[in-house]
C-alpha cells in the first residue's frame, strides 16, 4: 500500500512554497492518528489499580486484561492495507476515528471486566489501523523532498500522545483527590480518565473529511483528474501533472506483491533478512519498553510511591520519551542507524541494571530507602530516554529499508507482527513477574538489552545513504 513511485525528474522534487502549509496541514491531520495510537495505548497506565481492585482480580487476569488490547492490534494492523486499498485511505481512518470513540465510550460505561475487555480489542482494532494507516498516507501525499520530514509526524505525534494521556491522568487523579476511584462527573476517575480519549478521536474524524483522498488510491480506481487537482494542491501546479501522474502509474504496474511465500528460504524456515527483522522488533520489545508506558503507575506505587507523584513520574518519563524521540530524529541520518542503535543498547542496558539493583532492596515502612528510590526513578528516565533516541526510532527505520523491493512489504508486515506478539508477551508477563521478583524482572529485561548489542554488531547492516534499489 505504501507509495514506491520514483522520484520525479522535474519541479515535482519540491513543493512550492505556499503549498508547504497546506502539505503540513494535511500531514499533521494524517498524524492525529498516530497521537490516538499514542494516548490510547498508554491512558490504560492510570486505571490498572483502579481495575484490580473494582473488579477484585489478580495480576495474572489483570495482565490479560491490559494486553488484550494488543490483539485487535495485531489484527487492525494486518488488514488495514487491504482494507484500505478497497476503499481508500481516508476511509479508513474515519473507521478508526469511530472505532477510537465507541472504544473509549464503551472503556468508560463497562458492565463487567469481560465487555471491559472487549471495549480494549476494539480500541486496539483502531490502533493497528492508525499505526499503518497514517505513515502510508502521508508517504503517499507527501512530495518527495519533503517526505522524510513530514513521514516523522506520526512517530513525534505517538510519543506526543503517550504524553498527553498521562498528564491528563495526572490531572484528573489530582481532581478526584489522588484516587483512581474518586468520584468525578458521576463517575469514578479511572472511568473519566478512559472516556476523554472522546475528544481527540472525533478530532480526527473531523480532520479526516477536510483533507483529499491519496492521489494513488484516486489512479488505482481510474480517478485521474481527481488524482492531478490533488497532486497540484501538494506538489504546484507548475509541476507537468501528465507525466507526474504518468510516472506513478508506471511506478504501481511495475511494483512487486510480495507475498508470505517470498521470505521462505535459508536453513531456518526465513531467509535470514526476515530473521534479523524479527529480531530487530522482538529486542525492541524485549527491553520491557511498554511496561513504563502500561504499568509505570502501578510500579511506583508498588514501592511506595504515591499515587498523585507515580501519575507525575509518568508524566515526566513521557516528556523524556520525546525529547529522546526528536533527539532520534535529527540524528538518525547524521549518524546513522547502527551507531544509534549501539549507543541506545548500552544506555538502556545501564538504566534497566540500575533500576534491578534498586528494586532488589527491601521495603522500609512500604517505601524503597531514600538513595535507592531515588536512583531508580533516574534510572528510569535514562532508560526510556536511551530507548526514545534509539530504538524506537531506529528500528522503523531499519524495517523501512533493509528488505529488497522484492519482499520488503511482506517482510515488514511478518516483522511489525513480531512486535505486536512480543509486546503481547512482555505485557501479560509483568504483574505476575513483578509478583515474583520485580528485581529479577528487570534484570531479564537488562540480559536483552545487553542482548541486542552483539546482535546488531554481528547481523544488522548499516542502511544510511543507501537506496531503497541497493538493498537487493
Known amino acids: 500500500m505504501t507509495s514506491t513511485a520514483q522520484a520525479p525528474q522535474s519541479g515535482a522534487r519540491t513543493a512550492q512554497p505556499e503549498h508547504l502549509g497546506h502539505v503540513i496541514f494535511i500531514a499533521a491531520a494524517a498524524a492525529m492518528g498516530g497521537f490516538l495510537f499514542g494516548y ?31 490483539i485487535g492490534c495485531a489484527v487492525g494492523a494486518a488488514t488495514a492495507g487491504r482494507i484500505a486499498d478497497r476503499i481508500g485511505r ?8 469511530l472505532l477510537f470513540v465507541v472504544s ?30 497514517g505513515p502510508a498516507y502521508i508517504a503517499e501525499v507527501a512530495p518527495p523532498a519533503y517526505r522524510g520530514r513530514l513521514g516523522s509526524f506520526q512517530q513525534a505525534a505517538i510519543v506526543v500522545g503517550i504524553a498527553v494521556s498521562q498528564l491528563v491522568n495526572w490531572g484528573l487523579l489530582n481532581a478526584a483527590g489522588g484516587n483512581q476511584r474518586g468520584h468525578l462527573m458521576g463517575l469514578e476517575a479511572w472511568q473519566v ?32 483528474e481527481r488524482a492531478k487537482e490533488i497532486l497540484a494542491e501538494v506538489e504546484g501546479k507548475d509541476v507537468d501533472m ?47 519498553i511498554n511496561v513504563a508506558f502500561y504499568y509505570s503507575s502501578t510500579l511506583w506505587q508498588s514501592v511506595g510511591v504515591d499515587p498523585t507523584d507515580s501519575f507525575f513520574y509518568s508524566f515526566t518519563t513521557s516528556i523524556i520519551n520525546i525529547i529522546g524521540t526528536v533527539i532520534a530524529m535529527i540524528f538518525v541520518d547524521r549518524v546513522g542507524r547502527k551507531p544509534l542503535a549501539l549507543i541506545g543498547s548500552v544506555g538502556m542496558a545501564v538504566g534497566l541494571a540500575l533500576e534491578a539493583w534498586a528494586f532488589s532492596y527491601h521495603l522500609v515502612d512500604g517505601k524503597l530507602p531514600s538513595t535507592q528510590g531515588w536512583v531508580a526513578l533516574i534510572a528510569a528516565h535514562v532508560f526510556v530516554l536511551f530507548f526514545a533516541l534509539s530504538w524506537g526510532v531506529v528500528v522503523w527505520v531499519f524495517l523501512g529499508e533493509m528488505f529488497p523491493n522484492k519482499i520488503r512489504a511482506a517482510a515488514l508486515g511478518v516483522a511489525a507482527s513480531a512486535q505486536w506478539i512480543a509486546n503481547w508477551a512482555i505485557t501479560a508477563s509483568f504483574p505476575s513477574l513483578a509478583d515474583w521478583n520485580l528485581s529479577g524482572t528487570y534484570i531479564i529485561y537488562t540480559v536483552f538489552a545487553a542482548l541486542s548489542i552483539p546482535f546488531v554488531l554481528k547481523f544488522v547492516k548499516e542502511t544510511k545513504g543507501k537506496t531503497l534499489e541497493e538493498m537487493g
Not at 90 to 97: C, E, S, Y
Not at 246 to 273: N, Q, R, V, W, Y
Open 40 to 70: 490510547d495505548s498508554s491512558v490504560i497506565n492510570g486505571a490498572v489499580e483502579a481495575i484490580r481492585t473494582k473488579y477484585d482480580i489478580g495480576s495474572a487476569a489483570l495482565a490479560q486484561v491490559i494486553a488484550v488490547a494488543l
Open 90 to 97: 481516508i476511509r479508513v481512518m474515519q473507521i478508526a476515528a
Open 104 to 133: 473509549a465510550v464503551g472503556s468508560a460505561l463497562p458492565f463487567s471486566l469481560w465487555d471491559f475487555a472487549f471495549w480494549r480489542i476494539v480500541g486496539g482494532f483502531a490502533i493497528g489501523m492508525a499505526s499503518v494507516i
Open 193 to 224: 480518565m478512559l472516556g476523554v480519549m472522546v475528544v481527540p478521536a472525533v478530532l480526527y474524524g473531523m480532520l479526516s473529511f477536510a483533507i483529499p483522498e491519496s492521489p494513488r488510491f484516486l489512479l488505482s480506481v481510474g480517478k485521474r
Open 242 to 288: 501528465d507525466a507526474r501522474v504518468a510516472e506513478i502509474e508506471h511506478a504501481m504496474k511495475s511494483e512487486h506483491k510480495s507475498t508470505f511465500k517470498d521470505l521462505l528460504g535459508g536453513g531456518f524456515f526465513f531467509k535470514p533478512i526476515v530473521w534479523i527483522g524479527i529480531g530487530l522488533s522482538v529486542f525492541q520489545q524485549f527491553v520491557g
